[in-house]
């Protein structure tokens, strides 16, 4: 067992084009987006988007004034019910909306959902989880919903000022985030190079390797290990440069950050391994079209226009919960957002369970196999 | 006990058929030689007896057990050397034979000491370390032997292992074969070159456009040549008239001349030697030279096909 995984990592690493995608290549982008985006840590001005609001609560209306005086994060207008204001986030008068009933909404157009936008999501959602909270306690035990309890959970004023002081240059964190994301998508090349050796109508190796008595599931074992162990080093790799020598910071929670980026290779190879398994013909004709998936759901996912995002999540909500690229992106973002644990935690599920449907997929095809033509 | 047996086995592509109603049958201990020209379905039916092409007719039998995909218990005693070399470029000369015998022989001591054999065996001593694209093509083909080769198969198949190696290797590689056999394996040894198989092959069968078209030992193919032997005599002597003469013969089933190369194909007898030289000398023709061949496996298969079994 330990010869073959020699023998497997042998095989991939001495590719060295692929070693050239999977490993230079993001961290060559890693250190462009540090050249070019430098600047952008001193030199970043903040602007407000002018956001319209349809809220009748003295509390909330007070923070909301909290975050146009102090923060200069919105410039409200104020509508006296949803449909105007609706009519003027359609023709774009508003950036964006914010209504309240028993939690904060916020509503954008697609035109402007920018990072902007993002930041205020994210500060409206870490008020209501703590509205949340006080309103359980209400519930179940009044007498324990103090001063002292409100005021350490409503430390939003903590949370807005960490986020406006430091958010242009976490702005520029994300791009760096964007290649350990691209870093994830890439592994599908090494998926796709391991599949090949063991299909006889691809290589002549397959031919030995089909005629053996060695069961398929232990080959496929096989190579899906010495891919996560190469996967593995990249990763390490590649966050390592990022940290000591581009010096990026990775926030609060590099544990979940590590997880997300492994797991997410995993199912980008695994998707390699069966696009291998079930699309026949030459191997440009497979590296092209691995190629064009990988950013065609990177596409999808937001990565190149951040509307995109947005306008599939609006309009085919499903398929941002079964791309892999979105979900390893969303969860980047949420970890570097430090919110959204609970759907995080979502996402890397959804992830395990595409990863065990690609190599059950990619292991029923090779199966018992025998070929029409060779 | 027969080690292999193909009963009717029909492989279409399409309306082409590559194998047709094919049969064979192999004893344990054979050396069985699949002879055919090119694109005669040899490689076809071997990919089909090892589970590795779907087919539309006909049944085969290893080890007397039906062959599928996942008789694993049956996969563990073939050995395949394929014809297109087969090999990781990868890895070296020593972890592409391990590699594969890894895939038959669980234990480590066991299998270091079957690599070794299978590295004697071939003659790659010297090139343990080598990788693949280092090697000539010779030894690369040996390699590709040694990979089928290391865990000791008891039926072992090789399709065309030979092409593309010089004579010397060559024949080391049908002797090392020889010995294969000798200590147990059954053969199943496919080729284009009738040298071959007529040096290793206890039985042979030929087979063209997927059908079987003839089968036994060399000399009882041989036997189904029409003429005896052919009589070749370079001379300047012989008239058109007293070739005429000699056409006429009872003993001559055929003649050729091209003046000063005569070639006589003698009936089936022994006597025609005798009697072409008594015609000579009767005549008192001089020659320069004088010599007979007996047919070889391409002159029968030229008679049965018409056509040349090399290209
Ligand atoms: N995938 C395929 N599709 C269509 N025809 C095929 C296919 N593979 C093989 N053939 C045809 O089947 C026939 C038998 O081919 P096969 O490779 O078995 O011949 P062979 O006897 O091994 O020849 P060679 O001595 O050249 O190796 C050939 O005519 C070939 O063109
Ligand atoms: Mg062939």
């Known amino acids: ?374 | 006990m027969s080690v292999l047996e193909i009963k009717d086995l029909v492989k279409r592509y399409g309306d082409f058929s590559a194998v047709d109603h094919f049969n064979l049958t192999i004893q344990e201990g054979e050396i069985l030689g699949l002879l055919g020209p090119n694109g005669s379905g040899k490689t076809t039916t071997i990919n089909c007896l090892l589970s590795l092409l779907t087919y539309e007719f006909g049944s085969i039998h290893l080890f007397g057990k039906p062959m599928k995909p996942d008789a694993y218990d049956l996969k563990q005693h073939i050995g395949i050397v394929p014809q297109n070399v087969a090999v990781f470029e990868e890895l070296n000369v020593n972890e592409n034979i391990d590699y594969f015998c890894g895939l038959y022989v669980k234990d480590k001591a066991t299998r270091k000491a079957y690599v070794q054999d299978a590295i004697a065996f071939v003659g790659l001593e010297e090139f343990t370390t080598f990788l693949p694209k280092q090697l000539s093509g010779g030894l690369l083909r040996r390699l590709n032997i040694a990979c089928g080769i290391a865990h000791k198969p008891k039926f072992i198949v090789f399709d065309e292992p030979t092409v593309a190696v010089d004579p010397q290797s060559r024949n080391r590689i049908l002797e090392g074969i020889k010995d294969l056999n000798r200590s147990g394996s059954t053969i199943l040894y496919t080729s284009h070159y009738m040298e071959e198989v007529e040096q290793i092959c206890s039985r042979i069968v030929i087979m063209d456009n997927g059908k079987q078209i003839a089968e036994g030992t060399k000399e009882s193919l041989k036997a189904l040549s029409q003429f005896g032997e052919v009589i070749k005599v370079e001379t300047h002597d012989l008239s058109d008239e007293q070739f005429l003469e000699l056409q006429a013969l009872p003993f001559v089933f055929k003649a050729e001349w091209n003046r000063p190369f005569l070639s006589v194909y003698t009936q089936n007898e022994k006597q025609g030697l005798l009697q072409l030289m008594q015609f000579l000398s009767d005549r008192s023709i001089d020659y320069v030279s004088f010599r007979n061949e007996v047919p070889t496996l391409n002159d029968v298969f030229l008679e049965i096909t018409g056509k040349q079994l090399r290209d």
């Open chain 1, 1 to 374: 067992m330990k010869n073959w995984l020699t023998y497997r990592l042998k095989i991939l690493l001495k590719d060295k084009s692929l070693v050239f995608w999977t490993l230079v290549f993001p961290i060559l982008l890693a250190t462009f987006f540090n050249l070019a985006l430098r600047g952008a840590y001193t030199n970043a001005t903040v602007s407000s988007s002018t956001v319209g609001v349809v809220v009748s609560d003295p509390t909330v209306q007070s923070f909301l004034d909290m975050l146009e005086d102090e923060y200069h994060l919105i410039e409200q207008k104020p509508f006296s019910n949803e449909k105007e204001a609706l009519a003027a986030l359609e023709n774009q008068s508003v950036e964006a909306l914010i209504t309240y009933d028993s939690s904060i909404h916020l509503s954008v157009t697609q035109s402007s959902s920018n990072a902007q936008s993002l930041i205020l999501r994210n500060v409206l959602q870490s008020y209501n989880v703590r509205l949340n909270l006080i309103q359980e306690q209400l519930e179940s035990d009044p007498t324990k919903v103090t001063p002292a309890f409100i005021d350490s959970l409503v430390n939003v004023k903590m949370t807005v000022t960490s986020i406006a002081d430091s958010r242009t240059s976490e702005l520029v964190v994300i791009n760096f985030y964007t290649t350990i994301a691209m870093l994830c998508i890439y592994a599908s090349f090494w998926g796709n190079k391991s599949g090949r050796y063991l299909q006889a109508d691809m290589s002549s190796i397959g031919i030995r390797l089909n005629v053996s008595p060695t069961h398929k599931w232990k080959l496929i074992l096989m190579d899906i290990a010495a891919i996560f162990v190469i996967f593995a080093l990249e990763l390490a790799i590649h966050l390592s440069y990022m940290a000591f020598v581009l010096q990026v910071p990775f926030g609060n929670y590099p544990g979940l950050l590590i997880l997300t980026g492994l797991i997410g290779g995993l199912l980008s190879a695994m998707m390699g391994y069966m696009v291998c398994v079930m699309v026949k013909g030459n191997e440009v004709k497979r590296i092209t079209l691995l190629s064009g998936v990988g950013v065609f759901l990177s596409f999808l996912s937001g990565m190149m226009a951040v509307q995109i995002k947005y306008l599939v999540e609006t309009y085919l909500p499903v398929l941002s919960k079964i791309n892999p690229a979105a979900l390893i992106t969303d969860n980047f973002y949420w970890i570097f957002m430090e919110s959204h644990f609970s759907l995080i935690l979502e996402n890397l599920l959804i992830m395990v369970g595409l990863t065990i449907v690609f190599a059950m997929i990619a292991y029923r095809r090779m199966r018992r196999v025998t070929y029409d033509h060779l």
